[in-house]
């Protein structure tokens, strides 16, 4: 392996003469820099709004005079999303989400004020973080340093002298490769390091970190592969330059373009008004608590009358109008359930169909990964979409029970429980979604990316072949 | 055979420019129908939207006009639809419709905590932008002129031909190479943009501005490929230099336009203004009524003789209630809206040195589907949702049963004028870089013919 080495080290030398190649990489590095710090700035900024306004929105609710719970049912409480540490490094999705939700009673309303919504097209150039700088600025850099390793070689006819003096064509091509798999790493190395540095202050955990260097190695490893594989099977550098650009601008800008397109053609979503109206539908459907004659909640204040073995609904120790309240919250948040999982099967469904095509285009596989274990991809965002309708069910209910409960035992036209009631209300509690508990969103990233390793090793053995050949 | 011809035979006869050339007409042909197909989905949701809708209202109709009669139940229970159907250019150029929406259902309540209501989208679908001519153009025509035209001076020269070249007479060699390299790239982008335009009616003044674009876009390229080519000895070296330009361009200096602007302009007044609007509205219940009565007077003065009733609640209070609590945002939603006017403007002057920032803010203002096109959707809702309260009002002070045949009365939505416009500053500054460009590349082509 002396020879390899040998090769790999000339290549650093070569490498260190040409100019340009030295300014790209440093510009990238300062890019990553760059990119860490207004990233990580712009994060805590946005945790601290978030945090700011969390903490007002709840004092406010704490504020509220002596109210009838209904009131409090529809005051409501807003819950604003806390983003993942790690969501700097990769903001994934969080600039697309609306991370604000209110909610109340009998409704679900959306959440609003995503970034993306209140910026202009420029955000869709991409945001800089430094996931984006090495998931689609650093295979370009790598490209640029590798296209002419070998191909050079070949125009300047080194190449057959090489082979001539006892280099074998493997030693050739594993030498370059190593040679470009340590600049790669050192390509990544800032990013990485701001990410260990990240672990080793506990800010993030070390499985998500230690994963995330495992991922971007294996996504910056794929290609120097495939950069020196490709100089080694052309004639001329220039070939490789362009088969390889060619070859980025399908994998990292076309596909990731084009998949979604025909996903959303294929599966359409519902739109919130169409969902609203099967809704009220639905609701109808069962029954109208207000009319005396309706079946559905006739059979209800039977039962309730049962349970409390009394005759009439004036002899209820509780308020009968807060029990149907908390009888309706269970029927529309049922119906309500079940149109959102609908919506989110369908969004999933949609997904998948991107996801099947890495394969085609590993970044699609290094950016699932990469958002994953970042904790700002779609499946951390309908988790926290879950965690904040659970929530609000749980509290509605119980301004419900406070009204069923309470209620009777206060006289008057406008009867209104005291303040202190409110403090018993929970807060939200959001608690983030373990990345590691998702293996399956892990594990096919990194099936992709060592499968596209293996296949271009098979393909650099080849180049490796019929480098032999030209000695002969 | 004449010079032209020869020279569009040796262009093709190059395995590579054919390629890139094959390729751009794919991909603009590709963009022009999938912004189409887009197009038609998005009217198909609208068409089945309204369709939904008119059932839901029949409904609300068949439950509320009955009996009761209620003018308060039926402005409660009748939500409107207003939809923004996509503009004739919207094929070409997406923009913010794949996030914005352009269905929403509006009631006579509180404008203000209806109107920034998602729709339902796919974020990661949102993510990676929409696949449209606009992208073509910006994004991937750059790539091909750098195929095509970053060898015109380097190749002859690797060849060994450029002394013979320059000897031969008549000169013009060049510009005939160059010229005709750019009309089939503008021909492969516009073709394409033109069966699009015609099948969708579009406006031919707006077609002819986003060809107009197009040109010289792709100028400005073209005059960079041969300032670099002039510059630099090897077409490698060349090809490098004009892909990192290209990474700068329209990667990096979009993208780190974006990260200032987001941070030096923030956006919080939305959220603002949902968290005061809540405030003020709950508080309303607290307050007496008169004090609430009393700001609802002052902006609509017609109905002060009328805010007597009895009992503790009325509808005339309730929609008086939400209108005060719109007023007492007032503020807010300007200082909301300025914000974002703000984004928009610098992002615009920030296309005055990016030509491919530039060539986006014009397509798309062209195409009404930027930012300014949603503030013109959102600004015909509240218009529409004005007329809608005030078609309630009279019902409701002057206590007028809601019959069946009111229903029929309610205002419908209709959609609101395109906004579109043609972006003149932005289009005079890509004019400038794009003649600065092709000037100096036409100087650095000089000067290598006149070196040799």
Same mark, same amino acid.
């Given at each position: 392996?002396?020879?390899?080495?040998? !090769?790999?080290?000339?290549?650093?030398?070569?490498?260190?003469?040409?100019? #340009?190649?030295?300014?790209?990489?440093?510009?990238?590095?300062?890019?990553?820099?760059?990119?860490?710090?207004?990233?990580? *700035?712009?994060?805590?900024?946005?945790?601290?709004?978030?945090?700011?306004?969390?903490?007002?929105?709840?004092?406010?609710?704490?504020?509220?005079?002596?109210? =009838?719970?209904?009131?409090?049912? =529809?005051?409501?409480?807003?819950?604003?999303?806390?983003?993942?540490?790690?969501?700097?490094?990769?903001?994934?999705?969080?600039?697309?989400?609306?991370?604000?939700?209110?909610?109340?009673?009998?409704?679900?309303?959306?959440?609003?004020?995503?970034?993306?919504?209140?910026?202009?097209?420029?955000?869709?150039?991409?945001?800089?973080?430094?996931?984006?700088?090495?998931?689609?600025?650093?295979?370009?850099?790598?490209?640029?340093?590798?296209?002419?390793?070998?191909?050079?070689?070949?125009?300047?006819?080194?190449?057959?002298?090489?082979?001539?003096?006892?280099?074998?064509?493997?030693?050739?091509?594993?030498?370059?490769?190593?040679?470009?798999?340590?600049?790669?790493?050192?390509?990544?190395?800032?990013?990485?390091?701001?990410?260990?540095?990240?672990?080793?202050?506990?800010?993030?955990?070390?499985?998500?970190?230690?994963?995330?260097?495992?991922?971007?190695?294996?996504?910056?490893?794929?290609?120097?592969?495939?950069?020196?594989?490709?100089?080694?099977?052309?004639?001329?550098?220039?070939?490789?330059?362009?088969?390889?650009?060619?070859?980025?601008?399908?994998?990292?800008?076309?596909?990731?373009?084009?998949?979604?397109?025909?996903?959303?053609?294929?599966?359409?979503?519902?739109?919130?008004?169409?969902?609203?109206?099967?809704?009220?539908?639905?609701?109808? %459907?069962?029954?109208?608590?207000?009319?005396?004659?309706?079946?559905?909640?006739?059979?209800?204040?039977?039962?309730?009358?049962?349970?409390?073995?009394?005759?009439?609904?004036?002899?209820?120790?509780?308020?009968?109008?807060?029990?149907?309240?908390?009888?309706?919250?269970?029927?529309?948040?049922?119906?309500?359930?079940?149109?959102?999982?609908?919506?989110?099967?369908?969004?999933?469904?949609?997904?998948?169909?991107?996801?099947?095509?890495?394969?085609?285009?590993?970044?699609?596989?290094?950016?699932?990964?990469?958002?994953?274990? #970042?904790?700002?991809?779609?499946?951390?965002?309908?988790?926290?979409?879950?965690?904040?309708?659970?929530?609000?069910?749980?509290?509605?209910?119980?301004?419900?029970?406070?009204?069923?409960?309470?209620?009777?035992?206060?006289?008057?036209?406008?009867?209104?429980?005291?303040?202190?009631?409110?403090?018993?209300?929970?807060?939200?509690?959001?608690?983030?979604?373990?990345?590691?508990?998702?293996?399956?969103?892990?594990?096919?990233?990194?099936?992709?990316?060592?499968?596209?390793?293996?296949?271009?090793?098979?393909?650099?053995?080849?180049?490796?072949?019929?480098?032999?050949?030209?000695?002969? | 055979?004449?010079?032209?011809?020869?020279?569009?035979?040796?262009?093709?006869?190059?395995?590579?420019?054919?390629?890139?050339?094959?390729?751009?007409?794919?991909?603009?042909?590709?963009?022009?129908?999938?912004?189409?197909?887009?197009?038609?989905?998005?009217?198909?949701?609208?068409?089945?939207?309204?369709?939904?809708?008119?059932?839901?209202?029949?409904?609300?109709?068949?439950?509320?006009?009955?009996?009761?009669?209620?003018?308060?139940?039926?402005?409660?229970?009748?939500?409107?639809?207003?939809?923004?159907?996509?503009?004739?250019?919207?094929?070409?150029?997406?923009?913010?419709?794949?996030?914005?929406?352009?269905?929403?259902?509006?009631? %006579?309540?509180?404008?203000?905590?209806?109107?920034?209501?998602?729709?339902?989208?796919?974020?990661?679908?949102?993510?990676?932008?929409?696949?449209?001519?606009?992208?073509?153009?910006?994004?991937?025509?750059?790539?091909?002129?750098?195929?095509?035209? =970053?060898?015109?001076?380097?190749?002859?020269? *690797?060849?060994?031909?450029?002394?013979?070249?320059?000897?031969?007479?008549?000169?013009?060699?060049?510009?005939?190479?160059?010229?005709?390299?750019?009309?089939?790239?503008?021909?492969?982008?516009?073709?394409?943009?033109?069966?699009?335009?015609?099948?969708?009616?579009?406006?031919?003044?707006?077609? #002819?501005?986003?060809?107009?674009?197009?040109?010289?876009?792709?100028?400005?390229?073209?005059?960079?490929?041969?300032?670099?080519?002039?510059?630099?000895?090897?077409?490698?070296? #060349?090809?490098?230099?004009?892909?990192?330009?290209?990474?700068?361009?329209?990667?990096?200096?979009?993208?780190?336009?974006?990260?200032?602007?987001?941070?030096? !302009?923030?956006?919080?007044?939305?959220?603002?203004?949902?968290?005061?609007?809540?405030?003020?509205?709950?508080?309303?219940?607290?307050?007496?009524?008169?004090?609430?009565?009393?700001?609802?007077?002052?902006?609509?003065?017609?109905?002060?003789?009328?805010?007597?009733?009895?009992?503790?609640?009325?509808?005339?209070?309730?929609?008086?209630?939400?209108?005060?609590?719109? *007023?007492?945002?007032? *503020?807010?939603?300007?200082?909301?809206?300025?914000?974002?006017?703000?984004?928009?403007?610098?992002?615009?002057?920030?296309?005055?040195?990016?030509?491919?920032?530039?060539?986006?803010?014009?397509?798309?203002?062209?195409?009404?589907?930027?930012?300014?096109?949603?503030?013109?959707?959102?600004?015909?809702?509240?218009?529409?949702?004005?007329?809608?309260?005030?078609?309630?009002?009279?019902?409701?002070?002057?206590?007028?049963?809601?019959?069946?045949?009111?229903?029929?009365?309610?205002?419908?939505?209709?959609?609101?004028?395109?906004?579109?416009?043609?972006?003149?500053?932005?289009?005079?500054?890509?004019?400038?870089?794009?003649?600065?460009?092709?000037?100096?590349?036409?100087?650095?082509?000089?000067?290598?013919?006149?070196?040799?």
């Amino acid at each position: 392996m002396t020879g390899a080495t040998l !090769i790999a080290r000339e290549e650093w030398r070569a490498l260190l003469r040409n100019r #340009a190649g030295l300014v790209a990489t440093a510009l990238l590095v300062l890019l990553v820099l760059v990119a860490s710090f207004t990233s990580l *700035e712009r994060h805590s900024s946005i945790e601290a709004d978030r945090a700011h306004y969390q903490a007002t929105v709840d004092h406010a609710f704490d504020q509220q005079p002596d109210r =009838h719970p209904h009131r409090m049912v =529809h005051y409501g409480q807003f819950v604003f999303r806390p983003i993942a540490p790690l969501a700097f490094f990769d903001s994934g999705v969080d600039s697309f989400t609306g991370n604000i939700i209110f909610l109340e009673g009998h409704r679900q309303n959306s959440a609003n004020f995503a970034e993306a919504r209140q910026s202009s097209l420029l955000l869709r150039f991409g945001q800089l973080t430094p996931a984006f700088v090495l998931q689609t600025l650093a295979p370009l850099l790598l490209i640029f340093l590798g296209f002419a390793s070998v191909a050079r070689e070949r125009e300047r006819g080194t190449l057959r002298l090489m082979l001539a003096h006892g280099i074998n064509g493997r030693e050739l091509l594993l030498g370059k490769l190593l040679g470009h798999a340590a600049i790669a790493l050192a390509v990544g190395l800032p990013a990485f390091i701001v990410l260990l540095g990240f672990a080793l202050a506990g800010a993030a955990a070390w499985p998500e970190t230690l994963l995330m260097l495992g991922g971007y190695s294996a996504w910056l490893l794929l290609w120097v592969l495939l950069s020196v594989s490709a100089s080694a099977l052309v004639q001329r550098p220039r070939d490789a330059l362009a088969v390889l650009v060619g070859l980025w601008m399908v994998v990292v800008i076309l596909l990731p373009r084009v998949l979604p397109e025909v996903a959303a053609a294929r599966i359409s979503l519902d739109t919130k008004i169409e969902t609203e109206i099967v809704l009220h539908r639905e609701l109808a %459907a069962i029954g109208d608590s207000h009319d005396p004659e309706d079946p559905y909640f006739n059979e209800f204040r039977e039962k309730v009358l049962a349970e409390y073995g009394v005759e009439s609904i004036e002899e209820l120790p509780v308020q009968y109008a807060g029990l149907v309240g908390i009888e309706g919250e269970r029927l529309t948040s049922a119906i309500y359930a079940e149109a959102a999982s609908r919506s989110a099967a369908r969004e999933s469904a949609q997904n998948r169909f991107v996801h099947a095509f890495s394969a085609l285009s590993p970044l699609l596989a290094i950016r699932q990964l990469s958002m994953t274990l #970042a904790g700002s991809d779609a499946g951390a965002h309908s988790d926290f979409l879950q965690q904040a309708e659970d929530f609000r069910y749980r509290f509605v209910q119980q301004l419900n029970r406070m009204q069923a409960e309470l209620l009777p035992g206060i006289s008057g036209e406008d009867p209104r429980i005291s303040a202190t009631y409110w403090q018993d209300i929970p807060r939200f509690d959001y608690q983030a979604l373990d990345p590691l508990r998702r293996q399956e969103d892990i594990l096919w990233p990194f099936v992709v990316l060592v499968g596209w390793i293996g296949g271009l090793l098979t393909i650099a053995a080849f180049a490796a072949q019929r480098l032999e050949r030209i000695a002969k | 055979m004449t010079p032209v011809h020869a020279e569009a035979l040796l262009l093709l006869k190059s395995g590579r420019n054919l390629v890139a050339l094959l390729l751009l007409v794919a991909l603009s042909v590709a963009a022009v129908w999938s912004g189409s197909v887009q197009v038609s989905g998005q009217q198909e949701v609208i068409e089945r939207v309204a369709q939904a809708q008119e059932e839901d209202l029949a409904a609300v109709e068949q439950a509320q006009a009955g009996p009761r009669g209620d003018p308060g139940y039926a402005g409660y229970y009748a939500f409107m639809l207003t939809q923004d159907p996509p503009p004739a250019l919207a094929f070409a150029a997406m923009g913010l419709r794949d996030l914005q929406p352009y269905v929403l259902r509006v009631r %006579a309540l509180g404008l203000q905590q209806q109107l920034y209501d998602a729709e339902i989208y796919n974020p990661e679908l949102a993510l990676p932008g929409v696949f449209d001519w606009a992208f073509v153009l910006v994004y991937l025509t750059p790539l091909v002129i750098i195929a095509l035209a =970053h060898d015109l001076v380097t190749g002859e020269r *690797e060849a060994g031909r450029l002394r013979l070249l320059l000897s031969l007479p008549g000169g013009g060699v060049w510009r005939r190479r160059v010229i005709l390299r750019y009309l089939l790239v503008v021909i492969a982008l516009g073709l394409p943009l033109i069966v699009g335009a015609c099948l969708a009616a579009a406006p031919m003044t707006g077609t #002819a501005a986003m060809l107009l674009t197009a040109a010289l876009y792709c100028a400005f390229w073209f005059g960079l490929a041969l300032l670099l080519g002039s510059l630099l000895r090897a077409s490698t070296t #060349a090809a490098a230099a004009m892909t990192g330009c290209w990474i700068v361009l329209t990667l990096i200096l979009p993208t780190l336009g974006n990260a200032v602007i987001a941070r030096a !302009i923030p956006a919080g007044k939305g959220i603002d203004l949902t968290l005061a609007q809540r405030e003020a509205v709950h508080a309303g219940w607290d307050i007496p009524k008169s004090e609430t009565f009393e700001r609802f007077f002052s902006s609509h003065p017609q109905w002060r003789e009328k805010g007597q009733f009895e009992g503790r609640f009325h509808w005339k209070w309730y929609y008086a209630m939400h209108q005060v609590g719109d *007023e007492a945002v007032a *503020e807010d939603v300007v200082a909301y809206r300025t914000s974002l006017i703000a984004r928009e403007d610098w992002t615009r002057r920030l296309g005055y040195v990016l030509p491919g920032v530039g060539a986006m803010t014009i397509v798309h203002r062209l195409a009404d589907t930027d930012q300014l096109g949603q503030f013109a959707y959102q600004d015909s809702i509240a218009g529409f949702h004005e007329k809608l309260r005030h078609f309630y009002y009279p019902y409701l002070f002057n206590d007028r049963p809601f019959t069946r045949a009111d229903f029929n009365q309610i205002p419908r939505y209709a959609p609101r004028v395109q906004s579109d416009s043609l972006a003149v500053v932005s289009l005079l500054m890509l004019m400038l870089v794009a003649a600065l460009l092709a000037y100096l590349g036409a100087r650095g082509i000089a000067r290598v013919s006149g070196v040799q």
